[in-house]
């Protein structure tokens, strides 16, 4: 999952980043308005944590103006304003959710969860093909009876695969979803830890189905 964190203040940016990154999710981060604009944009998040007052341009407005380009992303807003009436102008300005400061990691986490949920309509952390199955909250992989372990990025491609079922992923896509803004990602890459994937949750298990299908010339489908 890929997260962007629109914050002026470099230590919480720093610290949610850090927090977040830990816990295998995509950050990328902006300390201004218009840059935090300009990547929700242009690129493609799963969710937005947005700090009302910013530079340049704020939270409400970016809100706004995201909102009035059909950019549904779920998009967390974090201010210093605990008013009601503060908590409303967020929501109507298009905020899916509002957490005030201070606030533990815990929380922020489990708004996270709730708002990556509401777009794909899912009903709980668990993504289940065939036999075979991914759980985000315990990090954990099996198929049947047997624990499959993955590393953190193998992990985040199956995620992305499976949470997209019966669609054709191009590398790009995995490649945006999965490594941040700044990482240098070739397509090879991809290419290998899929490899990696399929020798994990496909080889062990001869008399099972494939599960990853490549899509020659456009990329991978579950």
Not at 11 to 21: D, M, N, S, W
Request: glycine fraction near 4%.
């Amino acid at each position: 999952m890929r997260i962007l964190v629109v914050e002026d203040e470099h230590r919480i940016a720093q610290t949610i980043k850090k927090g977040l990154e830990q816990e295998r999710y995509a950050v990328d981060t902006a300390y201004d308005g218009i840059n935090g604009y300009d990547l929700a944009a242009a690129e493609d998040y799963d969710v937005i944590i947005l700090d009302r007052m910013l530079p340049e341009m704020d939270g409400m407005m970016i809100c706004k103006k995201l909102r009035e380009h059909k950019n549904h992303t779920p998009i967390l807003m974090l201010t210093a304003k605990s008013q009601t009436s503060d908590k409303i102008d967020g929501l109507d300005a298009g905020a899916d959710d509002y957490l005030t400061k201070p606030f533990s990691f815990e929380e922020l986490l489990a708004r996270i969860r709730a708002l990556s949920r509401r777009p794909k309509q899912t009903l709980n952390d668990i993504y289940s093909v065939g036999d075979l199955t991914l759980s985000t909250r315990i990090f954990r992989v099996s198929r049947g009876s047997k624990i499959i372990q993955l590393s953190s990025k193998e992990f985040s491609i199956l995620e992305y695969l499976m949470r997209n079922t019966g669609k054709v992923i191009t590398k790009q896509q995995i490649i945006d979803h999965v490594w941040d803004f700044d990482a240098d990602v070739l397509p090879n890459t991809v290419e290998v830890t899929i490899r990696n994937i399929r020798k994990k949750i496909e080889r062990p298990f001869k008399n099972a189905k494939p599960i990853i299908k490549t899509v020659r010339g456009f990329g991978y489908t579950i």
